[in-house]
């Protein structure tokens, strides 16, 4: 695939959220990138149950800091924030093949201090009700792969 697309979880909390996110990953021929800590075990059972049994096929890489992970791009590496705070909409993004596509932790989201030091454009995934504060991580990875897919072609 063209795409080549980098999913980023920063710090994530929920094995089973991790691990679906790595079969949409696999699925869609997308590195995912774990920056530490995590808030579980790469070996955790919730893990496994929701996609550690493709773990070994998945193209992963593991960064021991938020400030590792950053200093590994390229200077020119496309990349994307996503948080319930964004200004645009994941729609009206235009997606380069190559990109970095950026999620915060489950419970606390993309941190300011992260989005005031590394720049980039933040989006949200529209939702329609108030009452709905986010949505759950996993699903709106899977929602944002497949929209820059559909944008790059597959």
């Known amino acids: 695939m063209p795409h080549k697309l980098n999913i980023v979880l920063l710090e994530p909390e929920i094995p089973a959220n991790t691990g679906s996110i790595g079969r949409v990953c696999l699925a869609t021929e997308c590195t995912l990138h774990l920056v ?16 550690l049994d493709y773990w070994q096929h998945l193209q992963v890489q593991r960064h021991k800091s938020v400030e590792t992970f950053f ?5 020119d590496a496309p990349r ?18 190559g990109s970095y596509l950026i999620f915060g932790c489950e419970t606390r989201g993309i941190s300011p201090e992260v989005l ?6 933040v989006c949200k995934v529209p939702q329609y009700d ?11 990875v899977s929602i944002i792969i497949y929209e820059a897919i559909r944008q790059l072609g597959p």
Do not use: M
């Open 80 to 97: 994307v924030f996503f948080s319930t705070k964004g200004k645009i909409s994941h729609y009206e993004h235009s997606y380069q093949p």
């Open 36 to 51: 530490e800590p995590l808030g579980f075990d790469i070996n955790d059972k919730q893990l496994k149950r929701a996609g």
């Open 71 to 75: 200093q590994s791009l390229p200077a």
């Open 130 to 140: 108030d009452r709905i504060r986010s949505l759950n991580l996993s699903n709106v």
């Open 116 to 121: 005031a030091t590394y720049p980039g454009p």
